[in-house]
């Protein structure tokens, strides 16, 4: 067992730590003992998870004496939809659970953002612990308390704010994760330095292309200095209100991208965050607001490890500025019928604006399409 960092997050009544570290599902039954209701749980994981980890993890479960039943949902974000949260709320009161049982989701953020749904419905709210196994979802949607599902509507269109109680990062389980999933996981990484910490941006250029690569030491650090910059916008704006938008940069870009992909394999959401991006790097020099040179330090930086940046290696043939601008206008930051977008005055520097006109909008959208 290598060093575990413990990383809290500040919430009154609802704070928590993140755990992380190398083997940490092993241990997972006597660091959960403590702060369960009673010792009883159900893990929720899918497919591929299963296989690798689940095993793992019950048998540190029973060792530490907790009960545990389990319910595997098929692996992929068309998971993240009512009939697959239905089935699983009726199989858990089918087994039925109590107010003291508590979820546990083992697997990426498609697993983590269903199970945190459920645990926030089912008998009016009982705990959930996050046991995030992809790079995305230690670093990012593990921590926070964003739940939800997928709508036709749009992305995350349906859920709550319901925090967990302990995040179990073990960077033991990267080690199996597709090299493409690794680095979606790394554009959520990257936003951290971008929206307001320059020198972690820097740090990622040096170290980035060995952690891709494999290196463990790295990663542990890279998931706690993400995990520590998200614990302290969340702990100043948990339901989102102000700052915590900051780390929508890139994704209203993303997620009219991956809207216009049908969320399917062509574009996984990091993939599509790494594009919206450099996107929102381009609009915000187009306005002259932040300096072209740094649209392409973080161009260059993404190329570097892997990621894609242009439009045109996704872009489908029917593509203009107006059909992503269309899906743009039905995201959830839309307020009075103006997006909120997160520019930037330069790498470290984001903020939040609604005064983006629709002309620099389509003309950056139609320069990004045409290169
Ligand atoms: P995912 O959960 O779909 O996992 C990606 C793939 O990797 C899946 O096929 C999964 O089965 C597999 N996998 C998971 N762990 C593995 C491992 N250790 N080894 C091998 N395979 C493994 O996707 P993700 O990228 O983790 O999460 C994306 C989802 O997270 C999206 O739905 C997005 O909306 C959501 N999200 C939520 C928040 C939030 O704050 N709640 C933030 C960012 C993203
Ligand atoms: N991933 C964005 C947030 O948690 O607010």
Same mark, same amino acid.
């Given at each position: 067992?290598?060093?575990?960092?413990?990383?809290?997050?500040?919430?009154?009544?609802?704070?928590?730590?993140?755990?992380?570290?190398?083997?940490?599902?092993?241990?997972?039954?006597?660091?959960?003992?403590?702060?369960?209701?009673?010792?009883?749980?159900?893990?929720?994981?899918?497919?591929?998870?299963?296989?690798?980890?689940?095993? &793992?993890?019950? &048998?540190?479960?029973?060792?530490?004496?907790?009960?545990?039943?389990? &319910?595997?949902?098929?692996? #992929?974000?068309?998971?993240?939809? +009512?009939?697959?949260?239905?089935?699983?709320?009726?199989?858990?009161?089918?087994?039925?659970?109590?107010?003291?049982?508590?979820?546990?989701?083992?697997?990426?953020?498609?697993?983590?953002?269903?199970?945190?749904?459920?645990?926030?419905?089912?008998?009016?709210?009982?705990?959930?612990?996050?046991?995030?196994?992809?790079?995305?979802?230690?670093?990012?949607?593990?921590?926070?308390? $964003?739940?939800?599902?997928?709508?036709?509507?749009?992305?995350?269109?349906?859920?709550?704010?319901?925090?967990?109680?302990?995040?179990?990062? =073990?960077?033991?389980?990267?080690?199996?994760?597709?090299?493409?999933?690794?680095?979606?996981?790394?554009?959520?990484?990257?936003?951290?330095?971008?929206?307001?910490?320059?020198?972690?941006?820097?740090?990622?250029? *040096?170290?980035?292309?060995?952690? !891709?690569?494999? =290196?463990?030491? @790295?990663?542990?650090?890279?998931?706690?200095?993400?995990?520590?910059?998200?614990?302290?916008?969340?702990?100043?704006?948990?339901?989102?209100?102000?700052?915590?938008?900051?780390?929508?940069?890139?994704?209203?870009?993303?997620?009219?991208?991956?809207?216009?992909?049908?969320?399917? =394999?062509?574009?996984?959401? #990091?993939?599509?965050?790494?594009?919206?991006?450099?996107?929102?790097?381009?609009?915000?020099?187009?306005?002259?607001? !932040?300096?072209?040179?740094?649209? *392409?330090?973080?161009?260059?930086? +993404?190329?570097?490890?892997?990621?894609?940046?242009?439009?045109?290696?996704?872009?489908?043939?029917?593509?203009?500025?107006?059909?992503?601008?269309?899906?743009?206008?039905?995201?959830?930051?839309?307020?009075?019928?103006?997006?909120?977008?997160?520019?930037?005055?330069?790498? #470290? $520097?984001? +903020? @939040?604006?609604?005064?983006?006109?629709?002309?620099?909008?389509?003309?950056?959208?139609?320069?990004?399409?045409?290169?």
């Amino acid at each position: 067992m290598s060093y575990i960092n413990r990383v809290p997050v500040e919430l009154g009544k609802r704070s928590y730590d993140i755990l992380v570290g190398i083997g940490l599902l092993q241990q997972a039954g006597e660091e959960l003992l403590p702060i369960l209701r009673q010792p009883r749980v159900a893990i929720i994981t899918d497919d591929n998870v299963a296989p690798l980890y689940l095993e &793992t993890l019950e &048998t540190s479960l029973s060792a530490a004496g907790i009960n545990h039943s389990h &319910t595997i949902l098929p692996h #992929g974000e068309q998971t993240k939809d +009512f009939t697959c949260l239905q089935r699983l709320v009726e199989q858990l009161l089918k087994n039925k659970m109590e107010r003291g049982t508590a979820l546990i989701a083992l697997g990426g953020g498609v697993i983590g953002d269903i199970t945190g749904f459920a645990a926030s419905i089912v008998l009016r709210g009982i705990d959930f612990i996050q046991v995030p196994t992809t790079l995305l979802s230690q670093v990012d949607s593990s921590v926070g308390g $964003k739940t939800g599902i997928n709508s036709p509507h749009g992305k995350n269109l349906i859920g709550s704010f319901y925090q967990p109680r302990l995040v179990l990062a =073990d960077i033991g389980t990267l080690d199996t994760l597709p090299q493409r999933e690794l680095l979606a996981g790394y554009a959520e990484t990257v936003k951290y330095g971008l929206i307001n910490d320059s020198d972690f941006f820097a740090w990622l250029e *040096e170290q980035g292309p060995a952690l !891709c690569k494999g =290196d463990q030491a @790295l990663r542990q650090e890279v998931v706690v200095r993400s995990c520590r910059a998200k614990a302290v916008i969340v702990a100043t704006d948990e339901r989102e209100v102000g700052a915590r938008a900051l780390l929508n940069l890139g994704h209203t870009f993303a997620h009219a991208l991956e809207a216009e992909t049908g969320y399917g =394999d062509s574009l996984i959401h #990091g993939e599509a965050v790494a594009i919206g991006i450099k996107l929102a790097f381009d609009l915000s020099s187009h306005l002259k607001l !932040c300096p072209k040179q740094e649209c *392409e330090r973080v161009a260059h930086h +993404f190329e570097t490890v892997g990621l894609p940046t242009k439009l045109r290696e996704i872009a489908g043939p029917d593509w203009t500025p107006q059909t992503l601008v269309n899906h743009m206008t039905r995201d959830k930051k839309v307020r009075n019928e103006k997006i909120t977008f997160v520019l930037t005055n330069g790498i #470290g $520097k984001a +903020f @939040l604006t609604s005064d983006v006109s629709m002309d620099a909008l389509e003309s950056t959208l139609q320069d990004a399409l045409s290169q």
